[in-house]
T-cell receptor, first 116, second 110 residues
Framework: ETGVTQTPRHLVMGMTNKKSLKCEQH?????MYWYKQSAKKPLELMFV???????ENNSVPSRFSPECPNSSHLFLHLHTLQPEDSALYLC???????????????FGPGTRLTVL | RKEVEQDPGPFNVPEGATVAFNCTYS??????FFWYRQDCRKEPKLLMS???SGNEDGRFTAQLNRASQYISLLIRDSKLSDSATYLC???????????FGSGTRLSIRP
């Protein structure tokens, strides 16, 4: 495996379901990210785990819950989603320096989520 | 005013042409600047970083104008394979401040 992988690639779920998106990076990076990409909108940064610290993004609804058990794995737990949450969810990783300067992000292929 | 603004295009130019587009940003605390490329139904990939002095990578030239708060991307001798959406990315010193532009669509015709 190389780069950043995401599973599943496609997910259809009802509003009452609970599901999880998984991301794994094989690049030895120390920061991982979740992004949301909706049609005709820019990528929106949802969560960052950097140097083993989670950086909150207060604008993300609590129905999205990230988990980062180690530097190689990142999950996004989903529950009671709304149809407007349908989007492409992209995971990315990067190698951050001590000065917290942010470098090239490598993206996974994304999970195309549809909420019915 | 949006933090990062790009002309959405589409720019439709013939093969071999030179095309340029800009990305403006509103926050002068911006630290780092990048151009990413996203092909249809694919993930974004880094095209090039943008340095204060300007930088070139083959047919691609990126420039930063801090005074006017914009970055630019110039593509010379465009190829069919350059057709994609080009995203500008602005990073701030804070971990949660990574802003993507909405992208400029470029279509190169034979």
């Amino acid at each position: 495996e190389t780069g950043v992988t995401q599973t599943p690639r496609h997910l259809v779920m009802g509003m009452t379901n609970k599901k999880s998106l998984k991301c794994e990076q094989h690049l030895g990076h120390n920061a991982m990210y979740w992004y949301k990409q909706s049609a005709k909108k820019p990528l929106e940064l949802m969560f960052v785990y950097s140097l083993e610290e989670r950086v909150e993004n207060n604008s993300v609804p609590s129905r999205f819950s990230p988990e980062c058990p180690n530097s190689s794995h990142l999950f996004l737990h989903l529950h009671t989603l709304q149809p407007e949450d349908s989007a492409l969810y992209l995971c990315a990783s990067s190698q951050e320096g001590n000065s917290r300067s942010y470098n090239e992000q490598f993206f996974g292929p994304g999970t195309r989520l549809t909420v019915l | 005013r949006k933090e990062v603004e790009q002309d959405p295009g589409p720019f439709n130019v013939p093969e071999g042409a030179t095309v340029a587009f800009n990305c403006t940003y509103s926050n002068s605390a911006s630290q780092s600047f990048f151009w990413y490329r996203q092909d249809c139904r694919k993930e974004p990939k880094l095209l090039m970083s943008v340095y204060s002095s300007g930088n070139e990578d083959g047919r691609f030239t990126a420039q930063l104008n801090r005074a006017s708060q914009y970055i630019s991307l110039l593509i010379r001798d465009s190829k069919l394979s350059d057709s994609a959406t080009y995203l500008c990315v602005i990073l701030y010193s804070s971990a949660s401040k990574i802003i993507f532009g909405s992208g400029t669509r470029l279509s190169i015709r034979p």
